[in-house]
């Protein structure tokens, strides 16, 4: 199985059924995130939510060479000791998800790309390891803006994001 990180942006009516369906029931709770994650079945692409298939690690191990203000990757608060896949949902404040934006904004990919070291990567078993194939840096690229995307219109609207490993 895969590991793969979600991110669902919350309207404050999401996130309050979601709140309630974490105190009675978790995994209705998690199937009612994974539903509005992947949006209307008449859009191509939801605009609620996305993933980052298993690019999640290559991101976290470049945006941490930045220094970040957020993790985007593993940060925010668990929202329940209940575990969605790998473990538990975590919630990126409005503040947290507006500090994000600015900061992916404010980084193209290029500057990740500066620290992008295949070997290095393989040495440090970043997850998966495929940093030696030719594709790995425009894989890396396409979901990186994809996530500068969601966190941008995510703090353009004043919502926060949850975040899941599944």
Known sequence: MSMITNYLRLRPHELAELRRLLD????????YAADLRMGDLDEEVSSRGMDTDKAWAGLQYLLAKLSPPVDVI???EPMTDDRWGYDSPRLLSTDA?????LFLEATSFASLAEHYDPTEMIS????????????????LEDYYSGLVALFRVAAADREPILVWMG
């Open 124 to 139: 440090a078993k970043v997850y998966p390891v495929i940093w030696d194939q030719d594709w790995a840096l425009s894989y």
């Open 24 to 31: 009675g029931d978790p995994d209705d709770a998690a199937e």
């Open 74 to 76: 593993s940060g925010g």
């Open 97 to 101: 998800v507006a500090d994000a934006a």
